[in-house]
């Protein structure tokens, strides 16, 4: 099947790496089983904004899952990903958890994430994302002292961007900046492997982030992503390994 990449997507011409994920989920999910429960993508290449070519392979249908093959081609693969597909239940509750959203500032306080932060840099996703950080989590924004490596705010796709609550979280699990910005590592951070595990349908209303890494060693760099819904309940998990541009 042939998709339309929005260049709007774009991060400095590159399309946002939460916005292809969801395409590729969007291209496996049925009635049967319509909810993306994992996600691994491996991205070779970085599309452009245009025509590409999605091709979606069935590997095996169950009672409660369906595991298939999706990628991303223009011309050459761009991006190869595996997805499990499922039904999540809007009335689900946790038997256990250990899991606790942080406390973020009322949104007022909070700094807002905005499309062109400098000249020269146009980041895509936030024409269609509010996002807005806890000061002290984006000091390369906001000027507010904190601790590096961890990012945290608050989230809504708004409904020009939006496809469905429960794609969408693919979005937003990859809405934060890098954390190397706050660690002096300017640059280009490119995406080599993303997994994502939708856990339950979002209750409406914000979504609460919280990104953090834990090393950044010989030009690679890791982050986590949770995501928790208005209900304090843990809707999105995510983990990409990156590389990054080291200082000079």
Request: hydrophobic share 40%; proline share 10%; net charge negative.
């Amino acid at each position: 099947m042939q998709i339309d990449l929005d260049g709007r997507w774009a991060i400095g011409g590159k399309i946002h790496g939460g916005y292809l994920l969801r395409a590729l989920a969007a291209a496996v999910v049925s009635d049967e089983h319509p909810h993306p429960l994992a996600v691994s993508a491996h991205f070779l290449r970085a599309p452009d904004a245009g025509t590409a070519e999605v091709k979606a392979d069935v590997l095996r249908t169950g009672r409660r899952v369906t595991q298939s093959r999706a990628s991303l081609s223009q011309a050459d693969l761009c991006i190869e990903a595996l997805v499990t597909t499922g039904r999540l239940h809007p009335d689900a509750d946790p038997l256990w958890s250990d899991t606790t959203p942080p406390v973020l500032p009322p949104l007022e306080e909070c700094h807002r994430m905005v499309p062109d932060p400098m000249p020269g840099l146009h980041v895509g996703h936030l024409e269609f994302l509010d996002l807005r950080c806890d000061p002290p989590t984006v000091t390369f924004a906001s000027g507010v002292p904190g601790p590096p490596g961890r990012l945290a705010g608050w989230a809504q796709v708004l409904p020009e961007g939006s496809q469905d609550p429960v794609l969408d979280l693919l979005v937003v699990c990859d809405a934060m900046a890098p954390i190397t910005f706050d660690l002096g590592v300017p640059g280009w951070v490119p995406t080599i492997e993303l997994t994502a595990y939708v856990r339950a349908i979002p209750a409406p209303g914000r979504l609460v982030v919280q990104q953090h890494g834990r090393l950044l060693e010989d030009g690679w760099l890791d982050e986590q992503c949770d995501v928790w819904d208005s209900r304090g309940r843990l809707v999105c998990q995510a983990r990409q390994h990156a590389g990054y541009r080291a200082p000079s």
